[in-house]
């Protein structure tokens, strides 16, 4: 009897300890998909400015134009309860992330390549989620999106013609 106590409890352990491996495995896994998939790119602010923000994933500063649909700006994606997903479920980032479509029903401009990321296996999804919820929380709240007649109120990557390029003089830096 006594020794069928230990063995179950040492069953438990291991059980315990494999599920927590498990856990880490899906967290690394999740965050070298994060990191293959341009998610800091366009996600992490400063990126396209070419200044380290230690805010990884809380919201870009810079919108991508898309001409005569509007200005997106790439949000916040930390943990945060009112400007990241904190208050989202699993399922509702994962068809963000996956189908294009957001908790309110909008869905997202072709910028976020999730037409792409519609590809990933279940599990993947999940481990991305999985890695998304262990980072730092950051409050930051991006702005847009912006309709064709609004003015952003962040710099802007859009297509140009190329006359207008050529005249263009960017700010200094
Ligand atoms: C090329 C830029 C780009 C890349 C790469 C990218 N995203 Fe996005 N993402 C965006 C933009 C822009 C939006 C907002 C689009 C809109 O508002 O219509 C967005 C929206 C989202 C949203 C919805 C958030 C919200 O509050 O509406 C999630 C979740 C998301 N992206 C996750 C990811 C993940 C995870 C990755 C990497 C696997 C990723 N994105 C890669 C640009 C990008």
């Known amino acids: 009897m006594r020794m069928a106590a230990w063995a179950a409890i040492a069953a438990v352990c291991l059980f315990v300890a494999a599920a927590a491996h498990a856990a880490t495995d899906q967290v690394a896994r999740g965050r070298y998909l994060v990191e293959f998939g341009g998610c800091n790119d366009c996600h992490t602010p400063g990126h396209f400015t070419g200044k380290h923000d230690p805010r990884t994933l809380g919201g870009s500063d810079v919108g991508f134009g898309i001409p005569g649909v509007g200005v997106f700006v790439a949000p916040n994606l930390t943990p945060d309860e ?51 919820r262990t980072l730092k929380p950051v409050v930051h709240q991006v702005p847009g999106p912006f309709g064709p007649g609004q003015t952003p109120t962040v710099p802007v990557m859009a297509i140009v013609p190329p006359s207008l390029y050529a005249t263009f003089k960017p700010p200094p830096r």
């Not at 400007?83 to 509702?92: H, K, M, S």
């Not at 909008?106 to 890695?131: N, T």
Request: proline share 8%; no cysteine.
């Open 82 to 132: 009112l400007t990241g997903l904190g208050a989202w479920t699993d399922q509702q980032i994962a068809n963000a992330i996956t189908r294009g479509m957001r908790p309110d029903g909008r869905r997202l401009s072709p910028i976020m390549p999730w037409k792409g990321f519609a590809h990933l296996v279940p599990s993947d999804v999940m481990a991305i989620v999985a890695y998304l």
